[in-house]
């Protein structure tokens, strides 16, 4: 079984950074690509970058140049550094391995993330 656990999150003032990670107990290499999502209150998850087996990351449009997704293969671990942090980032942030099959991939318990006025 295949464990996901993300950390780092926390309560941050606005304007500050947070760097999340995601361990996993298996080689991240070896998924399709792992991926960050967020869900806020009230509002269905999103995705928000994603780092593909061959090291190619995408992310969502309105987090470009704020937001960025790394990864140590050494360490089986994927990272998230959140930089000029909003009060909308607040959110629980999610961690996702993706499987070359089809299916729902591996997905950790999130880790919340606050960030005040």
């Known amino acids: 079984q295949v464990q996901v656990v993300e950390s780092g999150g926390r309560m941050v003032q606005a304007g500050g950074s947070l760097r999340l990670s995601c361990e996993v107990s298996y080689s991240i290499t070896s998924f399709k690509a792992m991926g960050w999502y967020r869900q806020a209150p009230g509002k269905q998850r999103e995705f928000v970058a994603r780092l593909s087996s061959g090291g190619n990351a995408n992310y969502a449009d309105s987090l470009k140049g704020r937001f960025a997704i790394s990864r140590d293969n050494a360490k089986n671990t994927l990272y998230l550094q959140l930089n000029g942090l909003k009060p909308e980032d607040t959110a629980v942030y999610y961690c996702?391995?993706?499987?070359?099959?089809?299916?729902?991939?591996?997905w950790g318990q999130g880790t919340q993330v606050t960030v005040s006025s």
């Open positions: 996702k391995a993706a499987t070359w099959t089809t299916g729902p991939g591996y």
